[in-house]
């Protein structure tokens, strides 16, 4: 099955192979849609004769092949993993790579319940961490041990925006002999590939863009190394936190619009940061697209364009901060990112709430825009009230 869509991968772009991978006309009825195959197990014919393999939902579920074929198709790899949740994702792969004793280097910038699943979950299985600046490849080199297994970079990260060139990581984990793990959530794999850049496993939260329509939470992974994609299949099902079919099915249909989507965000974002990098009340805008963002040339050279994601420090504070998030209207104060709708929130006391007093704290002056797919006028204006 996969062999087929990565012909499809080879002979088109992207928006041809996120519409067509996986989504394979129904052969009995001609469906255009996978259908949502919302059942637990399957009739044997016979003892142990599957048809198509599948035999209990946790192990394989047609929806969900659909959606990880496309998943393996869009980010270049030979083997996609769905599961319940970005963080169910990102359990099993640590579950995989690491036993009690391993090392493991994560970025001084991420994702806030990235940082606790490792501080306060896997560390309690005898897993330790060095907490790097990503974003310096010799910092990585220095923060590796005779133990380390793997490398986890988030670029661009969350909140703080910072780009790692993943390249020049890939490098420095081949040369270790560690794996180099990425999380594409921010750039979902229209703005940015990372297997293509030398990396061993891509990590999505598809509640995020590759859903993109608030509707559903999901999680993914991505290989290339096929004793990797068996060791990934076989603790997804030993573990059990499976995508269920609709959500597959949901995920499946945002991805079809996933570049046209991609494409609208990084615009509107982009009048965005030009009105804020104006604004007396704003005192730092971050977002790659600027040319003074430390790691611009970076993200020019290994993304499309430079994503919905914005961060900004406002004069006066945390007081302010918080304020300006109470008073949008069009932005929707939030959580989660990468849908439709513009949100805004206070990582400090929001989605970052859990690293405070840790290496990854966050400014509290600081606010998060995901940028929507509105009419840019009316976001920018309700940005201009609310800082006032
Ligand atoms: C949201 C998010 C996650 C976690 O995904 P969930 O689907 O919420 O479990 C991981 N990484 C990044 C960058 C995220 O934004």
Redesign the pocket.
């Known amino acids: 099955m996969s062999d087929r869509h990565s012909d499809v991968r080879g002979a088109h772009g992207f928006e041809t192979v996120a519409i067509h991978a996986g989504n394979t006309p129904d052969p009995t009825t001609g469906a255009v849609v996978p259908a949502i195959y919302q059942v637990s197990t399957y009739k044997q014919d016979g003892v142990g004769g599957l048809r198509g393999g599948y035999e209990y939902s946790r192990s394989g579920n047609p929806t969900r092949t659909a959606l990880e074929e496309n998943l393996a198709a869009l980010e270049g790899g030979r083997r996609g993993l769905a599961f319940a949740?970005?963080?169910?994702a990102?359990d099993c792969l640590l579950r995989t790579l690491l036993a009690p004793g391993d090392h493991l280097v994560i970025p001084d910038d991420?994702?806030g319940?990235?940082f606790r699943l490792i501080s306060k979950v896997v560390a309690r299985w005898g897993v330790d961490y060095t907490v790097a600046d990503t974003s310096d490849p010799a910092a990585v080199r220095d923060a590796l041990t005779d133990r380390t297994k793997a490398i986890w970079v988030?670029t661009p990260s969350?909140p703080l925006l910072g780009v790692s060139d993943i390249a020049a990581l890939a490098g420095v984990a081949r040369a270790a002999g560690v794996r180099l793990v990425v999380?594409n959530?921010?750039a979902s794999p229209y703005l940015q590939q990372p297997l293509a850049l030398g990396a061993d496993v891509v990590?999505h939260?598809?509640?995020?863009y590759m859903g993109g329509h608030s509707d559903v939470?999901?999680?993914a992974l991505v290989v290339s190394d096929q004793e990797l994609a068996d060791e990934l299949a076989y603790h997804q099902n030993a573990m059990g936190a499976v995508a269920g079919p609709f959500d597959s099915w949901l995920v499946l249909r945002g991805i079809k619009t996933l570049a046209v989507r991609m494409d609208r965000h990084s615009a509107n974002a982009e009048r965005i940061v030009e009105m804020l990098s104006g604004h007396p009340k704003v005192t730092k805008v971050l977002y790659p697209g600027l040319a003074e963002h430390p790691g611009h040339e970076v993200a020019a050279k290994q993304m499309r364009s430079f994503g919905g994601m914005v961060s900004f420090q406002v004069a006066g504070g945390e007081e302010e901060a918080v304020a300006v998030c109470d008073r949008t209207e069009v932005f929707t104060l939030g959580e989660?990112?990468g849908g439709v709708e513009s949100l805004i929130e206070h990582p400090g006391r929001m989605t970052h709430a859990s690293v405070a007093g840790s290496q990854l704290e966050v400014p509290s002056d600081l606010v998060r825009l995901s940028v929507g797919i509105e009419n840019a006028d009316d976001l920018l204006a309700d940005l201009q009230q609310a800082l006032g």
């Open positions: 949740s970005g963080l169910a990102e991420a994702y319940g990235t988030e969350n999380d959530t921010f990590v939260s598809t509640t995020k939470v999901g999680g989660s990112l």
